[in-house]
């Protein structure tokens, strides 16, 4: 005699066939020859769906009638939620303030091997590939990297983000995109500094008596020592104030001359001016130095110094800081990424540290306008151009 295989039929299935024989009076044997399923099996359902019909629970098998199946569930639900509270009056026995989540599964699957990690993830609401991660320890090409950003990192001052600190990588024929940049930054715990606040400033403003706004925010000229950009700016030392002035060249944002003095007067523009011609020997008579109306450029002495080497005077519009955009971005930088972390004994400290500075943001610094060159590299790339 040949084995009948095994048929597997859904609840609703044999629901269907249950009734087939209560409701419509079918045999057991036309539902056997109907769902070629066996005479035991068959005789069961009917059985089953009698007793679900009485209110009886159909026990460990699955139910049949969406009564019953509700019945199943709100039980399994009200086990779980029993077993789950159990689950954390036990964790209590074992934590206390320093023991992580972690740590208390692991005690408690040691303590009571029949509930799952799963399940003990849920109750203390970690998840479960949280508990299995192991980190993975860097391959000694990682490692490479990971000293080599922290070199980077340190030699900036902290000052590059993954841009930055990505185009120095491949400069030095690391081949890396940007995110797996990231990646190792965040690894290492690296940040760049970035400014506390954003300033607002107005955008409007009357042009001066003795110049006019020429520059126009035309701030990419393309040949350098055509158009120069000077302000002044104040740092604290502990027995005062110290002022900076600076030039700066807008075709290469290089700091081209700069002067300090312990006061805010024209004698220290016209020193930052000489200062500049002095390094730079421009063609005098073909450059354009643009200021705001500070009273240091708009003072008798610092327009007649313009006048005698035939420099072109442009100055910015009453109160609007945007004219004169890239000198007060420098200004930013040199105070967010390094003043701003120091204090000053004195007004030899801050010519020290502004110093450094310069040197490290003319040759060193990567600056986005100039596609990731240095300020000194884009001086050679215009110089050789020319």
Request: proline fraction near 3%; charge should be positive; include cysteine.
């Given at each position: 005699m040949t084995r009948k295989s095994k048929v597997t039929l859904s609840a609703q299935q044999k629901l269907e066939y249950a009734k087939l024989m209560v409701e419509e009076g079918?045999?057991?044997?036309?539902?056997?020859?109907?769902?070629g399923a066996g005479k035991s099996a068959v005789s069961r359902w009917k059985q089953q769906y009698l007793s679900e019909l009485d209110g009886k629970s159909p026990g460990n098998v699955q139910a049949l009638t969406p009564e019953q199946q509700r019945i199943q569930l709100l039980e399994k639900q009200l086990q779980r939620a029993l077993r789950d509270n159990d689950i954390l009056k036990k964790a209590n026995r074992f934590l206390h303030s320093r023991q992580s989540k972690f740590k208390v599964i692991k005690a408690l699957k040691k303590a009571t091997p029949s509930y799952t990690v799963s399940e003990l993830c849920r109750a203390l609401e970690v998840s479960t590939s949280s508990y299995y991660y192991a980190p993975v320890?860097?391959?000694?090409?990682?490692?490479?990297?990971?000293?080599?950003?922290?070199?980077?990192?340190?030699?900036?001052?902290?000052?590059?983000?993954r841009r930055r600190v990505n185009v120095e990588l491949n400069a030095l024929n690391h081949t890396i995109g940007?995110?797996?940049?990231?990646?190792?930054?965040?690894?290492?715990?690296?940040?760049a500094i970035r400014p506390k606040k954003k300033h607002y400033?107005?955008?409007?403003?009357?042009?001066?008596?003795?110049?006019?706004?020429?520059?126009?925010?035309?701030?990419?000229?393309?040949?350098?020592?055509?158009?120069?950009?000077?302000?002044?700016?104040?740092?604290r030392n502990h027995q005062g104030w110290s002022y900076l002035a600076c030039v700066l060249d807008l075709s290469t944002r290089e700091v081209v001359g700069y002067a300090l003095s312990t006061s805010p007067n024209a004698e220290l523009a016209i020193a930052a001016l000489n200062n500049a011609i002095k390094r730079q020997q421009p063609v005098l008579n073909q450059l354009m130095f643009h200021s705001d109306q500070g009273c240091q450029y708009s003072a008798a002495s610092f327009r007649a110094r313009l006048s005698q080497l035939t420099i072109t005077q442009s100055m910015s519009r009453?109160?609007?800081?945007?004219?004169?955009?890239?000198?007060?971005?420098?200004?930013?930088?040199?105070?967010?990424?390094?003043?701003?972390?120091?204090?000053?004994?004195?007004?030899?400290?801050?010519?020290?540290?502004?110093?450094?500075?310069?040197?490290?943001?003319?040759?060193?610094?990567?600056?986005?306008?100039?596609?990731?060159?240095?300020?000194?590299?884009?001086?050679?790339?215009?110089?050789?151009a020319a």
């Open positions: 079918y045999t057991n044997k036309q539902i056997e020859e109907m769902s320890a860097p391959n000694k090409s990682e490692q490479a990297l990971l000293e080599l950003i922290k070199s980077i990192a340190d030699d900036s001052g902290y000052t590059y983000g940007i995110y797996k940049t990231a990646a190792l930054m965040k690894k290492l715990n690296i940040k400033y107005p955008n409007s403003g009357d042009e001066h008596k003795y110049a006019q706004n020429l520059l126009k925010r035309e701030f990419n000229p393309d040949s350098h020592n055509t158009h120069w950009v000077g302000d002044i700016t104040y740092i009453r109160g609007n800081c945007w004219d004169n955009a890239v000198m007060e971005r420098f200004f930013r930088s040199l105070k967010t990424e390094r003043l701003n972390r120091l204090s000053f004994i004195n007004h030899h400290s801050v010519i020290s540290e502004v110093d450094n500075y310069i040197q490290f943001y003319n040759y060193k610094r990567r600056h986005s306008t100039l596609n990731y060159m240095t300020p000194h590299q884009k001086y050679n790339e215009l110089k050789n």
